[in-house]
């Protein structure tokens, strides 16, 4: 009797991982693939400033607090819907907003951030993408949370809404807070 | 309402970066076993932002820039392993189509190998009950 | 006014597929023959309503009404004519009315061939055909309405996907779904078995053409889909092991199976359990593919629009009807194995391998299938499976299935000579290794695995030839071969065929990437292409680029292909439309990339030899099949007493009186 059983025993297990499987695709965008970065210090760069292209900032440069890197276009419509969140939810945070200007050209981008305004502390520009590639940047708006020693601790794939940020982003700032302040 | 936004905007950001870039890219070989490797190894990798597609075939603008990338470093003399590990340390493992040996893949890469063998056990037990029964001797009318 | 015909329609054929399932049954179950014989008419008006619906959508489609969401959706102005009747099928509404469509065609099929069956077992296997009518009619009705309307109606739609605007989607996916959807008659026929205790295994003997046929089909509908991809996608590949490609490939793995342990059963009396299993597995996974398609549960470039909801009512139905019947075997599959009994060598014992063997394939097509959720559900994060593991793991499972496949007709039922049929198979085994060893000296670079696979087709190929010929010498004129044996021959012909093609086309098909400029020549494969530049086209509801390349043999044109890049009016991503020059030996395949500078454009060239071989054998395979279902032998009662062991089907008494 019990071998006759199995089928319907492995069955029962299938059925089981597919119920999970239509959850998880409730909560989880399928195309969203976690970054191997986090935990793991950003990798070196150094990228000219959209504003001055004569200075440099480099990953050394950001050390000592942290700070949100957002990659965004001028090209990118969904970093228009982000735009006010970061203005007007991310930005009275309280933490560094650096913008980096994802294979695009300047003078664009220039005119988005004319545009639709300027919620960036600095922003720097990625003309080739060689940046975003070692970042592991495949979309926009994806945005980092660096902390002050220069790792990567929680990375946004997609844009942010409100919700996230108050479920995903908030509880991160809060456990840096929380940590012993080192000295760089 | 703001997952909706959320999974549309995706789609939107993702056909975008999908743009202008074409699949068919004549880079400069030095020989066709170059050319060849390149193909091979493309073909195991996947594209981030057309998910169903390899890195050979896909359109979009980063995957014409990761496969680049990984002219150049065929260039400089990295090995395929290394090609591969540069990407998966940016990308995860994702991005590879032949999922590596890890704990995490064990069961995908024995389980079937393991289904056999318990099936050729069971097999082989009813085999033995079976075949110890007499047997009527079918004459070739009846073969078929 | 129509549209909501068509979901009257909808709503009658539920109410006759509840009755369907309902009242037939419980009469086989009481013996009560008035019930009993309203399955046949509750059958034939269902299909009446379920073909009015169809009509009206397809009628919604013709007329343009885009006050139809679906019509809208999927169609617009500037459509070609010829493409409104295969959009119905084009995005997940449709394509599930045309899912239902097939079955009732199917089911009537049924009703109106089986006439000799007893009347109990035929009103239990219309009930199960019904009850799976109703799940996706109630499916349909709740959460996937074709018939939706945009009131204001629409002054135009959307396009059709300019990738379905082919002559491929009015062919693959009818054909395929006819397959799949096919399987369920094995089914209903396993589980009516199960109901009524049946005392013999002769309902395997009236199953067996249906099932054929039905893999004939599903084989035809997979050899479209992937000669379609091959032309359509524009990259030269026919099988991406992609989430949907898979699912169709399942049942079809599980369905080779099926077909050969029904034989068995039906011959020796033997592998009833086998044959219930596989009947139940085979159609489980055809409800596993229509899951998967339309759930969001995987990502595929296939898959439908996804959709939690529609995701969750599939899945309790899929619950329901797989859980139900697994249930049901449990409860009163044969305690006890029955049949005849059979040495080590034998028949039997190479088609047990052969169950064993294609059910371990479809269980690792699933493992790879599914891995990318379960690596998410045991959190060991994103997990991509792709062509490398598929294709390495299906060659390890079915070498020792092509080694053992030339045996099978020598092999005797019951006890083997196995000398006799070594020595008959001597010449393949020569032929094949000789073959090999050429072939390895004329290509030098031929991979091992162009080596193995010539040497494999052989073996398989030659191995089935002397077998026919055997037969012809050995057996009495007007019984040499039997439809079923013919069947046979010609479908294992056929993989051969199909494994010459593959694997002689993945190891000599050469690709390139070139920059071709106006009237310069390149080389491949010692052919020469010359690029003659690019021209402005139009067609019905695109505009297009069209580029001119002439393909020498030496001095002699022996074609001229005209790829193109077009760019619908209903918007979308530029589509890239190949030129081939097909033929039985060779490809030439071009397609068009982007313009560089001065008047040279970016394009890939392909020379992929023996490719066509590889629907060439998928086609056999059906052909095989068809023939097979053809037999007299599947439509006549036992003639002799012996001939199907009296075994019971179920240790419980039965309590179905006929």
């Given amino acids: 009797m019990t071998s006759r059983l199995i089928p319907l025993l492995a069955f029962i297990a299938l059925v089981a991982l597919l119920a999970f499987g239509i959850q998880w695709n409730k909560h989880h965008e399928m195309t969203e693939v976690p970054s191997p970065l986090i935990g793991k210090n950003a990798p070196e760069f150094t990228l000219p400033l959209l504003y001055d292209a004569n200075k440099k900032v480099s990953r050394a440069d950001l050390l000592g607090k942290p700070y949100i890197l957002n990659v965004f276009g001028s090209w990118c419509p969904t970093c228009q819907y982000e735009h006010p969140i970061l203005t007007h939810v991310l930005k009275p945070l309280g933490i560094t907003l650096i913008g980096l200007d994802w294979r695009d050209d300047p003078a664009d981008a220039q005119r988005w951030l004319k545009q639709f305004g300027n919620p960036y502390d600095a922003v720097i520009t990625d003309r080739d993408g060689r940046a975003g590639i070692d970042f592991g940047v495949y979309m926009a708006p994806e945005s980092f949370l660096v902390d002050a020693n220069g790792v990567i601790r929680y990375k946004r794939i997609g844009m942010f809404t409100p919700e996230l940020v108050a479920t995903e982003l908030k509880p991160q700032l809060a456990a840096l807070d929380a940590e012993p302040k080192k000295n760089p | ?144 | 006014m129509s549209p909501e015909l068509g979901q009257f329609a909808l709503i009658l054929a539920l109410l006759l597929a509840f009755v369907q399932f309902t009242l037939p049954t419980y009469g086989a179950w009481r013996g009560n023959a008035a019930l009993i014989g309203l399955a046949r008419p509750v059958v034939a008006g269902q299909a009446v309503f379920v073909v009015l619906a169809f009509a009206l959508l397809t009628y919604a489609f013709v007329t343009q009404d885009f006050s139809v969401v679906y019509v809208a959706q999927n169609s617009n102005l500037s459509l070609p004519w010829y493409y409104r009747f295969p959009a119905v099928w084009g995005a997940h509404e449709g394509s599930l009315l045309l899912w239902i469509l097939i079955l009732n065609v199917w089911t009537v099929a049924v009703a109106a061939f089986s006439r000799r069956l007893p009347d109990a077992l035929m009103a239990r296997v219309l009930g199960v055909l019904g009850f799976i009518s109703f799940g996706f009619l109630l499916f349909t009705i709740l959460t996937s309405n074709p018939f939706l309307r945009h009131l204001p109606a629409l002054t135009d739609g959307n396009d059709l996907n300019p990738i379905l605007q082919d002559p491929g989607l009015i062919m693959h996916p009818p054909m395929l779904y006819t397959g799949y959807v096919g399987f369920s008659v094995a089914f209903a026929f396993a589980i009516a078995a199960l109901l009524g205790g049946e005392l013999d295994i002769a309902w395997v003997r009236w199953a067996r053409p249906w099932t054929n046929v039905a893999w004939g089909f599903l084989t035809l509908g997979i050899s479209l889909g992937s000669w379609w991809a091959y032309y359509v996608l524009g990259w030269g590949g026919w099988w991406f092991w992609d989430p949907v490609e898979n699912a169709s490939f399942m049942p079809w793995l599980v369905g080779t199976a099926l077909i050969h342990s029904q034989a068995v059963t039906e011959k020796r009396g033997s592998f009833r359990a086998w044959t219930l299993l596989l009947s139940i597995f085979a159609f489980s996974l055809s409800l596993l593919g229509t899951f998967l398609v339309r759930s969001g549960v995987l990502t595929s470039v296939h898959a439908f629009a996804s959709d939690p909801k529609r995701g969750t009512f599939i899945l309790i139905f899929l619950g329901i009807v797989v859980g139900g019947s697994l249930l049901i075997y449990a409860l009163r599959a044969p305690k006890v194995a029955g049949g005849k009994a059979f040495r080590l060598l034998s028949r039997e014992t190479l088609l047990l391998i052969n169950n064993l063997l294609f059910t371990c394939a479809a269980a690792m097509v699933l493992l790879g299938t599914l891995y990318p959720l379960i690596g998410d559900a045991l959190g060991v994060g994103r997990i991509s499976v792709g062509p490398p593991y598929f294709g390495f793991m299906f060659v390890l499972l079915m070498l020792p299935a092509i080694f053992l496949m030339p045996l099978g007709p020598f092999f005797r039922w019951a006890t083997a000579d196995w000398r006799a049929t070594l020595r008959a198979l001597r010449p393949a085994l020569v032929i094949a290794i000789a073959a090999a060893i050429t072939a390895k000296l004329l290509t030098h670079d031929l991979p091992l695995r162009g080596v193995a696979g010539v040497a494999g087709a052989l073996w398989v190929g030659v191995g089935i030839v002397l077998y026919a010929v055997k037969r012809w010498r050995d057996a009495p004129r007007g019984k040499r071969y039997t439809p079923e044996m013919f069947g046979m021959i010609c479908a294992h012909f056929g993989v051969a065929i199909f494994l010459t093609g593959v694997l002689i086309t993945e190891a000599t098909s050469v690709e390139r990437d070139l920059r071709a400029a106006p009237n310069e020549s390149v080389n491949l494969a010692g052919l020469d292409f010359r690029f003659k530049g690019v021209e402005h086209t139009q067609g019905p509801n695109y505009v297009a680029d069209e580029g001119t390349l002439e393909v020498r043999d030496g001095d002699e044109i022996i074609a001229v292909l005209h790829p193109q890049k077009r760019a619908y009016s209903g918007g979308g991503q530029p589509q890239t439309i190949s030129a081939i020059r097909p033929s039985l030996y060779r490809d030439l395949y071009v397609a068009l990339g982007e313009p560089l500078d001065n008047g040279a454009w970016s394009v890939r060239v392909y020379v992929k030899p023996f490719v066509r071989w590889i629907w060439l054998g998928g086609l056999c395979m059906m052909f095989g099949g068809f023939v097979a279902a053809t037999d007299r032998r599947f439509r006549t009662l036992p003639e002799r007493a012996d001939e199907t062991a009296p075994t019971p089907l179920a240790t419980t008494t039965s309590r179905a009186a006929t």
């Fill in chain 2, 1 to 144: 309402m703001s997952r909706f936004i959320v999974s549309l905007a995706i789609a939107l950001s993702m056909w975008l970066t999908a743009h202008t870039a074409f699949a068919i890219d004549p880079l400069p070989f030095k020989d066709r076993a170059e050319e060849v490797r390149f193909q091979n190894l493309t073909r195991e990798l996947r594209c981030l932002v057309c998910q169903n597609q390899n890195l050979a075939d896909s359109e979009a603008e980063l995957a014409g820039e990761l496969r680049r990338q990984v002219f150049d470093m065929m260039q400089s003399g990295k090995s395929d392993a290394e090609i591969k590990q540069y990407l998966v340390a940016r990308y995860n493992d994702f991005v590879l189509y032949d999922p590596p040996v890890k704990p995490g893949t064990w069961l995908l890469w024995f389980a079937p190998g393991v289904l056999v063998l318990i099936g050729a056990i069971v097999i082989v037990n009813i085999l033995r009950k079976r075949t110890r029964q007499p047997v009527a001797v079918v004459s070739s009318e009846e073969d078929w």
